[in-house]
Nanobody, 128 residues
Framework: QVQLMESGGGSVQAGGSLKLSCQAS????????MAWFRQAPGKEREGVAG?????????YYHDSVKGRFTVSHVNARDTLYLQINNLKPEDTGVYYC????????????????????WGPGTQVTVSS
């Protein structure tokens, strides 16, 4: 079993920055991909940034966050990060960390159904 725990959320003004972290614990070997999802108020959860963690390190981003979000993963710390710059009010929502352990990752790593482990989420609120 794997447990994921996000941290780093908060309330910021538009234009500000945040760095989210997702600490993995438990049976954290054989990770293949991880991603950040967000759920805005009244909307469905969507993938915003993903990374292959099996040595390839390739990253993918939702069009709405390209150039502002940076996803990274540090194997030695079993930690996934999301650097968010130039925050906008529409970035407000609950941010979830997700991971695939023990099976392969499909090409579309921003697809919610791909992931078998999820964190509880961390709230990000951006005021104008």
């Amino acid at each position: 079993q794997v447990q994921l725990m996000e941290s780093g959320g908060g309330s910021v003004q538009a234009g500000g920055s945040l760095k989210l972290s997702c600490q993995a614990s438990g049976s954290t070997y054989n990770s293949n991909c991880m991603a950040w999802f967000r759920q805005a108020p009244g909307k469905e959860r969507e993938g915003v940034a993903g990374i292959y963690t099996n040595g390839v390190g390739r990253t993918y981003y939702h069009d709405s966050v390209k150039g502002r979000f940076t996803v990274s993963h540090v194997n030695a710390r079993d930690t996934l990060y999301l650097q968010i710059n130039n925050l906008k009010p529409e970035d407000t929502g609950v941010y979830y960390c997700a991971a695939v352990y023990g099976r392969g990752c499909a090409a579309d790593i921003l697809r919610e159904g791909l992931y078998n482990y999820w964190g509880p989420g961390t709230q990000v609120t951006v005021s104008s």
